[in-house]
């Protein structure tokens, strides 16, 4: 019998590259789209118009503030495995929409979990937890799922919420369900509001002279900067050991926004020469001496997480997963896709 696998947030990156994933797996994936009033479904489109998915590939409208939508959803499809990857995920985002993002990304857990407990579906769960948790307690580092929390934001308190819940379903009901604390990841698919696709975006439309500039918030914050294909395989992992546990997802190095923006114009062969310092930094191509990169505090948050660098060993050994893309290899990609995909739109128009 084919698996069957429920994926919230399946329109979203992770979404897209979990679908590929377990499509290849021979799953049987289903998704819960929210209604837009314009498409929404871009980064899917592949496998909704591919005819070998036609019976194994299936979406349903639906919202994860919505319990009705979810428990009718259980029910129908009787899932071996779900992924909750639905979230209000933009951390500067939350800020302007707390209580949104305390409902979509903090309260919706526990719909989903009670639609899976009152409906009696034995099933495994996912929760996407986040290194976003660990915020504000920059001393201890790497970080690993012994590390205390301290989120630092709306969207961090909420994911608080949705990881606690589901250790608390795991611990009361004896359900499967784990969650994967994962740092943060990215690919040609990542939105264009966060700083790795805002910074490979720009690269390529400047070199296409569509785009004077690129204004940032804080260059000096660290991430821990991994690919998203490669994340989803630990996603997928955690739900086939024999018993459910929390785990970090990371590649264990850690990188400025500076350095992304060196890495990605690296990339088109411009060397970035920096001057200034705070909000008067500013990064100029060496050669040319032309302004490239200013900063612009409108991109400040109100409060900020500075460090974040995490460690994979709990994951390597025993799910024996591993990251296979590095971070030169991470901005490469990205930067290309962008330029490659400029290049289609240009070809055409
Ligand atoms: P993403 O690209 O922003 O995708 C979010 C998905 O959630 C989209 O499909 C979105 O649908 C959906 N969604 C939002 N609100 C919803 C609602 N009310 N009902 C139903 N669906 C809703 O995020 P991602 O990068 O793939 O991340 C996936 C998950 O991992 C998120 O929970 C995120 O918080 C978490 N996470 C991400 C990272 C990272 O670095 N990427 C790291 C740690 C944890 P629309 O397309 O309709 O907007
Ligand atoms: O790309 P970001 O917006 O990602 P952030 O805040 O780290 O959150 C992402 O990773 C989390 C995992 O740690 C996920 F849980 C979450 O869902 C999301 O996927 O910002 C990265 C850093 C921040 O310090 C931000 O202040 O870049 C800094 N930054 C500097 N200039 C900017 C900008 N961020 C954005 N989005 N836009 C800027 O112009």
């Known amino acids: 019998m084919k698996k069957i696998a429920l994926i919230t947030g399946i329109t979203g990156q992770d979404g897209s590259y979990l679908s590929e994933l377990l499509l290849s797996k021979d799953y049987k994936v289903h998704g819960i789209v929210r209604r837009h009033s314009f498409k929404g479904t871009e980064r899917i489109q592949h496998l909704i118009d591919d005819a070998k998915y036609k019976d194994k590939f299936f979406l349903h409208y639906g919202d994860v503030?919505?319990?009705?939508?979810?428990?009718?959803?259980?029910?129908?499809?009787?899932?071996?495995?779900?992924?909750?990857?639905?979230?209000?995920?933009?951390?500067?985002?939350?800020?302007?929409?707390?209580?949104?993002?305390?409902?979509?990304?903090?309260?919706?857990?526990?719909?989903?979990?009670?639609?899976?407990?009152?409906?009696?579906?034995?099933?495994?769960?996912?929760?996407?937890?986040?290194?976003?948790?660990?915020?504000?307690?920059?001393?201890?580092?790497?970080?690993?799922?012994k590390t205390p929390f301290y989120p630092k934001s709306p969207y961090g308190a909420a994911k608080l919420y949705s990881y606690w819940i589901t250790v608390n379903y795991r611990e009361s009901y004896g359900?499967?369900?784990?969650?994967?604390?994962?740092?943060?990841?990215?690919?040609?698919?990542?939105?264009?509001?966060?700083?790795?696709?805002?910074?490979?975006?720009?690269?390529a439309n400047i070199i296409k002279g569509n785009q004077e500039k690129l204004s940032l918030g804080n260059l000096n914050a660290k991430r821990d900067w991994g690919f998203a294909g490669d994340y989803v395989e630990g996603m997928y992992l955690m739900l086939q050991q024999d018993n459910p546990d929390d785990y970090v997802l990371a590649t264990n190095e850690t990188h400025t926004v500076r350095d992304f923006v060196n890495a990605a114009f690296d990339e088109v062969g411009i060397k970035i020469?920096?001057?200034?310092?705070?909000?008067?930094?500013?990064?100029?191509?060496?050669?040319?001496?032309?302004?490239?990169?200013?900063?612009?505090?409108?991109?400040?948050?109100?409060?900020?997480?500075?460090?974040?660098?995490?460690?994979?060993s709990k994951a390597e050994k025993i799910l024996n997963w591993k990251r296979k893309v590095n971070f030169e290899e991470l901005v490469k990609m990205m930067v290309r896709a962008d330029l490659n995909q400029l290049k289609k739109i240009f070809e055409v128009t």
Request: proline share 5%.
């Open 273 to 312: 020469k920096w001057r200034g310092e705070g909000i008067n930094e500013k990064g100029y191509d060496s050669k040319t001496d032309k302004l490239l990169i200013d900063v612009n505090p409108k991109f400040f948050r109100p409060a900020e997480v500075e460090f974040l660098l995490g460690d994979p």
């Open 65 to 145: 503030t919505d319990s009705c939508s979810l428990s009718n959803i259980i029910r129908e499809i009787q899932p071996d495995e779900v992924y909750n990857l639905a979230a209000q995920s933009h951390v500067g985002v939350s800020f302007k929409v707390p209580e949104y993002t305390a409902e979509a990304t903090g309260v919706s857990t526990i719909k989903l979990l009670e639609a899976i407990r009152q409906n009696k579906v034995d099933t495994k769960f996912y929760q996407a937890s986040t290194s976003e948790l660990f915020g504000g307690i920059p001393s201890t580092a790497p970080q690993s799922e």
């Open 175 to 203: 359900m499967f369900a784990c969650n994967g604390i994962l740092f943060n990841h990215e690919s040609p698919r990542r939105g264009e509001d966060f700083v790795t696709r805002k910074i490979s975006l720009a690269v």
